[in-house]
């Protein structure tokens, strides 16, 4: 069957570690997968997307990975922060269709101090 | 840009009552999401239209549920009637052509007694 798995429900951390999350997929053919933050109270805010034929994307201190042979990706916060304290959610994404295959049901970060 | 606007915020109704929920996207973006969110499923596409037409409405849980789009400018997601397992939080979203992100509304949190 088809499903999204990401890693755990709650991780936690302490401020300036780097916090690495993971997104694991069966029998899905992705070309493309996204992250989101999602706040409380608050709907998801995209972050990073990274195609199937990349291997790797940063932005400021995340960084993103793509392993199609595993079927998993890697969510990476360097020198993370308390203000990264959110839940972070992956979503798969095939072809040029106009919508997410599916979405993780994310992780949830907290950064102590 | 005030991003995507959703109303109300928060919505409290009884059981058979019917209940509409409303959506502004980003000007300029031609693809329109509804998302439903709740803990035991996660995040879960509905419905979504490109340039106000309905493409794909096979998440919609059943015929209770309708969506429209009479411009550009303006979603309605109703429930008539509502029922209390229909309790979530429902998000649009919205975004330009192309393979880039989704940019989602803060939601409108329902709940059905």
């Known amino acids: 069957s088809q499903k999204i798995e990401q890693n755990s429900e709650a991780l936690n951390i302490q401020e300036g570690k780097t916090a690495t999350l993971t997104c694991n997929y069966t029998?899905?053919?992705?070309?493309?997968l996204q992250w989101y933050r999602q706040d409380p109270g608050r709907g998801p805010v995209f972050l990073l997307l990274?195609?199937?034929?990349?291997k790797e994307k940063r932005k400021e201190r995340l960084k993103v990975t793509f392993d199609t042979t595993l079927k998993q990706s890697l969510f990476h916060i360097t020198a993370s922060q308390p203000a990264d304290s959110a839940t972070y959610l992956c979503?798969?994404?095939?072809?040029?269709?106009?919508?997410?295959?599916?979405f993780g049901k994310g992780t949830t970060l907290s950064v102590s101090s | 840009d005030a991003g995507v606007i959703q109303s109300p915020r928060h919505e409290v109704t009884e059981m058979g009552q019917e209940v509409t929920l409303r959506c502004k996207p980003i000007?300029?973006?031609?693809?329109l999401f509804w998302y439903r969110q709740t803990m035991m499923r996660g995040l879960e596409l509905l419905i979504y239209?490109?340039?106000?037409?309905?493409?794909?409405d096979s998440g919609m849980p059943e015929d209770r549920f309708s969506a429209k789009m009479p411009n550009a400018s303006f979603s309605t997601l109703k429930i008539q009637p509502s029922e209390p397992r229909d309790s979530a939080v429902y998000f649009c979203?919205?975004?330009?052509?192309?393979?880039?992100?989704?940019?989602f509304g803060p939601g409108t949190r329902l709940t059905v007694t």
């Open positions: 979203a919205s975004r330009p052509s192309g393979i880039v992100g989704k940019y």
């Open positions: 029998n899905y053919s992705p070309a493309y």
């Open positions: 990274i195609r199937e034929n990349e």
């Open positions: 979503a798969l994404f095939e072809g040029q269709a106009g919508t997410a295959l599916i």
């Open positions: 000007s300029g973006h031609d693809y």
């Open positions: 239209f490109n340039n106000n037409v309905p493409i794909d």
